[in-house]
């Protein structure tokens, strides 16, 4: 199998953030992964929608992602450079999405903000106008269409919580170990739920969280965050995303051991940068590294019945 040459790639990029970085790259909790397969209520806004699959059910965050069907009315982001110089990269001004709008997929992680119902979610869509496009959705915007359905996998263990990182300037959602939780979910999936920190690769990362936790076998669960650039392959060529940051719409892959025994991930993403296409691929190792945050969480494949 002829593979791409990325020997003549340019060195790892690094963004320098205005705040002292922490001494901790990565945070990370065991957990385990309950899987909902639900679809959303059409004519209902998104929020309240995510409240009932998964707060309802006495969990305390999830992750995973939306697909199909379609959106009636949405606002959403792309990604643009902070010329203010508060933070590396920030939201470009809303942008109104064309509704009706078939609704492809898109990556979402499920927590609070301020106590109440938060979710971050990217998107890639098709809009009224036939042009797809993908982006970083304004929850409170979304009025869901029909058809919309959440994959998502969801744990009373931790809690996803938006608090403001020093370092990057920026609020985030963060893990904390839930507290007081009294609903008790049976079975479920061993799992370990991570916030990656700016500057580290995301292939290593999950790598080494696979290592740690002991992990033979894992998928990919918790699939949203951004990318210095983005860097992938299609095939023989390599297809590199403007910076500074990327936001990533999901990120797809599971972790095997190879023939030495170590964890290896395959990863691939669809992402979409500052000029507002979108870049899709598998992940080249090293060179993609976190540029904001990563909400990243693995868990062992689901048990077939024997």
Known sequence: MTVPDISLL???PRLEHPGPPASQRVDAYPATLHHIDTELPAGQALL????DAVFARGFTSAFGELRGGTFEAFDYYIPSICHAGTSVATFSEPRRGQGPATFVRGGVTIGKRDGEIFAHCHA???GADGVMRAGHLIPDSVLLGAGVLADLYATDDVAMTVTSDPEINFPVFQPQPAQNHTTTHEGGL????ARIHPNVDIVAAVEDLAEAHGFDNAVVRGKIGSFIGATLTQGTQVITAPGPATEVMYLD???T??????ARAELSCAAVAIDGN??????VRGHNPVAMTFEL??????RTPQ
């Not at 309240?48 to 409240?51: E, G, I, K, V």
């Not at 051991?257 to 170590?262: H, Q, T």
């Open 10 to 12: 340019p060195g790892v």
């Open 278 to 283: 979108v870049y899709t691929g598998s992940l």
């Open 124 to 126: 890639q869509f098709v």
């Open 48 to 51: 309240p929608a995510l409240h």
């Open 297 to 302: 969480a693995l868990s062992e494949p689901v």
């Open 257 to 262: 051991r190879d023939s030495d025994g170590r």
């Open 253 to 255: 892959g599971s972790i």
């Open 190 to 193: 061993r799992s370990v739920v």
